[in-house]
């Protein structure tokens, strides 16, 4: 006798391919996670705007040069294949949740159209992006010069468009007394590894078109608002990392709290840009640059806030307590940069 199939009777829906659900979305596959699941009727599913995840961790690799798009990225539709999950390709765009019936759950808008998608469980792990100002690019601007860091996939093909430019200027463009200038803003782990990563990458470009001096012609700035370097490390640390910069020719700005690009046009009619620093900023010096890599501290996104009906800090990120359960809605939780764990805060991703 052919024994019936167990009938589905609990939806956990993952949303988001960050870091802790490509873990669980592989543990589900494997014994003794998938029979549990099959036994208990549970159906998972996983909603993610992107099919390929990257690892950030590798991200100053890839702008070395040490790593290709391939490398750093993960198919969350073959994980999801692998492990009998189902996948829905689209970002969740709102959630709500049942509080009047008791037994909690809800639904999931996604910006594809689909009808909403039912959970009983939910697990949220979006990541963040780099807070940007409001404001931050000037009318006067022709060609988009600021990066932030995240999405990875927009940062990626930025940074390939940097590369183009240099490898496209006649041999000599830029020199010591004018060098190509690259300004990262953001002075934190993050922004360090990033800078040393483009002068690295940057540098070989230009000793591969034999250029006449081609470490004079790179100029790096970091630009940060505090006073000093890696403030979340001890001080072994940031002195061996401000003796790297030192020793790299990398140029910080301390105390310029960006706000933001403007444009000026020079006597000749070019168009420079220019750091725009707050007006509580203690550094009062035009910072110039021909691109800018933008690695400041980590904002939410705005449908958390705005589109669900979960607790979330002042700045956006939703509250959880230390199993990483919301602090205000029974069966949700939420993992990595998008969350803040009340009793126990973390720091977030350096990317």
């Known amino acids: 006798m052919i024994s019936s199939p167990t009938p589905l009777l609990s939806d956990l829906v993952l949303v988001g391919g960050g870091h802790a659900h490509v873990h669980a979305l592989k543990m589900f596959g ?4 998938k029979s549990i699941i099959e036994e208990n009727g549970i159906q998972i599913t996983l ?8 690892y950030s961790g590798m991200l100053p690799g890839i702008v070395a040069g040490h790593y290709t798009s391939e490398e750093i990225h993960l198919d969350l539709r ?7 999950i189902r996948f829905i390709h689209a970002a969740a765009t709102g959630i709500t949740y049942d509080s009047v019936s008791g037994s909690g759950g809800g639904w999931i808008s996604c910006s594809d159209g689909r009808p909403d998608v039912r959970y009983d469980t939910l697990s949220i792990d979006i990541g963040s992006s780099p807070a940007i100002p409001a404001g931050l690019y000037n009318e006067i601007d022709e060609v988009e010069t600021v990066t932030p860091v995240k999405p990875i996939a927009t940062f990626s093909q930025r940074w390939i468009g940097i590369c183009d430019r240099l490898q496209k200027s006649p ?5 010591p007394q004018k060098p190509f200038t690259l300004l990262v803003v953001g002075a934190g782990a993050g922004g360090i590894e990033l800078a040393l990563g ?8 230009l000793k591969e078109k034999s250029y006449s001096d081609p470490v004079g012609s790179i ?3 970091l630009a940060t608002r ?15 990392f401000a003796r790297i910069l030192m020793e790299r020719n990398i140029d910080v700005e301390y105390g310029a709290e960006a706000v933001g ?9 070019i168009v420079k840009k220019i750091l725009k620093v707050s007006d509580n900023s203690c550094h009062r010096a035009k910072v110039y640059f021909d691109e800018c890599l933008w690695c400041t501290s980590a904002g939410a996104s705005s449908w958390l806030s705005d589109k669900t009906p979960f607790e979330t800090t002042h700045d956006g990120f939703i509250m959880v307590n230390d199993t990483y359960e919301s602090v205000s809605h029974k069966g949700v939780f939420s993992a990595g940069d998008c969350c803040h764990m009340v009793d126990n805060p973390r720091p977030k991703g350096k990317f």
Not at 47 to 54: A, D, E, K, N
Not at 198 to 205: F, K, L, P
Not at 226 to 240: A, D, F, T, W, Y
Not at 261 to 269: A, M, N, R, T
């Open 171 to 175: 041999v000599d463009t830029y020199s």
């Open 198 to 205: 483009a002068q690295y990458a940057m540098q070989n470009i």
């Open 219 to 221: 100029k790096i700035i």
């Open 30 to 33: 494997m014994a003794p996670l």
């Open 47 to 54: 909603i993610s705007s992107t099919v390929l995840t990257p």
């Open 226 to 240: 505090g006073m000093i370097l890696l403030p979340s490390h001890n001080e072994s640390v940031r002195q061996i």
């Open 78 to 84: 073959k994980i999801c294949s692998f492990s009998g």
């Open 261 to 269: 690009v403007i444009s000026e046009v020079d006597e000749h009619g």
